[in-house]
T-cell receptor, first 116, second 112 residues
Framework: AQKITQTQPGMFVQEKEAVTLDCTYD???????LFWYKQPSSGEMIFLIY??????QNATEGRYSLNFQKARKSANLVISASQLGDSAMYFC?????????????FGQGTRLTINP | DAGVTQSPTHLIKTRGQQVTLRCSPK?????VSWYQQALGQGPQFIFQ???????QRGNFPDRFSGHQFPNYSSELNVNALLLGDSALYLC???????????FGPGTRLTVL
């Protein structure tokens, strides 16, 4: 079975500061993908960044980077220079390549609030 | 380029009723997955449709059923609604079954 754990229910950060959102995972699948999504109050899940389990380098997309530590089974999201528009729910998710490859398994989410 | 669309936006039903939710995938996509997101929780996978067949199913009862049409759009049907079915229902589309999933805005279902 696959499991995602996000231990921070809420985070409060000052605008322009960097923020790290924690994510740990568990899977028996030897190959898998890790995803981060942003969910504003409107409800739509917005894809932010992806990391494959065999990727040699940590993924980066603009202000988002993924701190992937395979041995520790962690995939933390780092947002640099936070903006007021970053306030939202953030979900970490994974998908196996073999078992249940079609579905995303999500964590409980972290509510990020950026203060001016 | 239209993204994933869902209808209706909001829906209110009473216990025991049946509901149908609709999803149109992003242009070029042929696979639709459905997720249920209860308040304060992460989304839970319901099932996925590809080539008009259910390909994988999550831990949901048979009251949850679906369909995919030749134009790749999809419906989610829920029978005998329970209070616990109140949630945001998200549709995600992808090209083939294993590629990146793009989500729609969701349908918020309230069961009274």
């Amino acid at each position: 079975a696959q499991k995602i754990t996000q231990t921070q229910p809420g985070m409060f950060v000052q605008e322009k500061e960097a923020v790290t959102l924690d994510c740990t995972y568990d899977t028996s699948d030897p190959s898998y993908g890790l995803f981060w999504y942003k969910q504003p109050s409107s409800g739509e899940m917005i894809f932010l960044i992806y990391q494959g389990s065999y990727d040699q380098q940590n993924a980066t997309e603009g202000r988002y980077s993924l701190n992937f530590q395979k041995a520790r089974k962690s995939a933390n999201l780092v947002i640099s220079a936070s903006q007021l528009g970053d306030s939202a729910m953030y979900f970490c998710a994974m998908r196996g390549r073999i078992q249940g490859a079609q579905k995303l398994v999500f964590g409980q989410g972290t509510r990020l609030t950026i203060n001016p | 380029d239209a993204g994933v669309t869902q209808s209706p936006t909001h829906l209110i039903k009473t216990r025991g009723q049946q509901v149908t939710l609709r999803c149109s995938p992003k242009s070029g996509h042929d696979t639709v997955s459905w997720y249920q997101q209860a308040l304060g929780q992460g989304p839970q996978f319901i099932f996925q449709y590809y080539e008009e067949e259910e390909r994988q199913r999550g831990n949901f009862p048979d009251r949850f059923s679906g369909h995919q049409f030749p134009n790749y759009s999809s419906e989610l049907n829920v029978n005998a609604l329970l209070l616990g079915d109140s949630a945001l229902y998200l549709c995600a589309s992808s090209f083939r079954q294993y590629n990146e999933q793009f989500f729609g805005p969701g349908t918020r279902l309230t069961v009274l």
